[in-house]
């Protein structure tokens, strides 16, 4: 009767060690993946070369609103490419059929902070877009981002998303 307990209480142990080492494996791939995904951002921001991609739009009046894929901020070392929708209160007129933040610029100015609490803000001045104040983006170590938009003819708007690798240009 004994070797039967200690049997089962081995087998347990052993079942318990098991899941120990699972769990232990998981969170150490976890911290793995987490770290990558920090090192390749980093050197994204650095580099001045991802898309932020918007996933929500929060105007200055209203409520956020989610949106479909493909409204995009592409930053690159020569060129700067907005895609973005617009929602709320514009003081003048004269931004085509579709009224979004939609434009390309080739001479900008950009700066990188480091933040005290992981991650980065990286401010846009386009010097050839005359409506274009500052574009603020704060990126964290895992990708998430947010975009701040100032113009000087509507108000404000914000973005939640994330940033990527471009795409290579063919």
Known sequence: METIID???????LL?????????SAQNSRKEKDS?????TKSQVE??????????????????RNLTPGYTLLIS????????????????AGYGTDGGIKFISTKFESTVKNRKKEGWEINVKPTDISNIEVLIITVHESGSASLQVKTRDRQPISFDGYIEEP???K
């Open 7 to 13: 049997f089962s209480r081995k087998a347990v142990l």
């Open 167 to 169: 795409k290579s240009r």
């Open 77 to 92: 070392n020569d060129t700067l490419v907005s895609d973005l929708p617009y929602f709320g209160r514009a003081y003048s």
């Open 16 to 24: 318990l060690l098991s899941a120990s080492f699972n769990f232990l």
């Open 47 to 64: 580099a001045k070369s991802f898309v932020f991609q918007a996933q929500s739009a929060s105007p200055m009046r209203g409520g956020r």
């Open 36 to 40: 990558i995904k920090a090192q390749m």
